[in-house]
């Protein structure tokens, strides 16, 4: 049972590392897109930005592997329970397919940032706000769904 709580607890730290690099990235783009014309500070910029993106990938990596050690470590690991129920995963279900939205809202901010390095405008520095806030429209959903369980 130790193990379980250890295996969790670092599951939460890389997914609390992850979200905050899903929280920061879209910053460092509305940083990029009101310094047009300021090419110093738009390379460390895009520096920062590349660094944290490939950061937030290491951080989702190893979310994402302790994730499935604590959805199907029961069948290996001695002592170790199951997360889910029978017949009772459908929040998970729901989870999961939230936290596939917010890698591909992810990957997507990683893509703007990719095509500024190569010469593409980006978005509007206000239309990047907006887009700033889609992460937290996901991540309240999937917290009340960890925590209520409620199908």
């Known amino acids: 049972m130790q193990s379980y709580f250890w295996v969790k607890t670092f599951h ?3 997914v609390v590392a992850w979200m905050a690099t899903v929280f920061y990235l879209p910053r460092i783009l509305v940083n990029l897109a009101e310094t047009a014309g300021e090419a110093a500070v738009q390379a460390r910029l895009q520096l920062m930005g590349m660094r944290l993106y490939r950061f937030g990938h290491t951080m989702f990596g190893l979310a994402f592997v302790l ?37 591909g809202y992810y990957i997507w901010m990683g893509r703007l940032l990719k095509g500024m390095a190569r010469g593409r405008a980006l978005p509007s520095s206000r239309a990047l706000r907006w887009i700033n806030e889609i992460p937290l429209l996901a991540f309240i959903p999937i917290v009340w769904l960890v925590l209520a369980k409620p199908f």
């Open 12 to 14: 939460l730290v890389f």
């Open 67 to 103: 994730g499935l050690v604590l959805w199907l470590g029961y069948r290996v690991i001695g002592d170790f329970p199951t997360m889910v129920a029978p017949g009772g995963a459908g929040w998970l279900h729901a989870k999961l397919g939230l936290v596939v939205v917010l890698l």
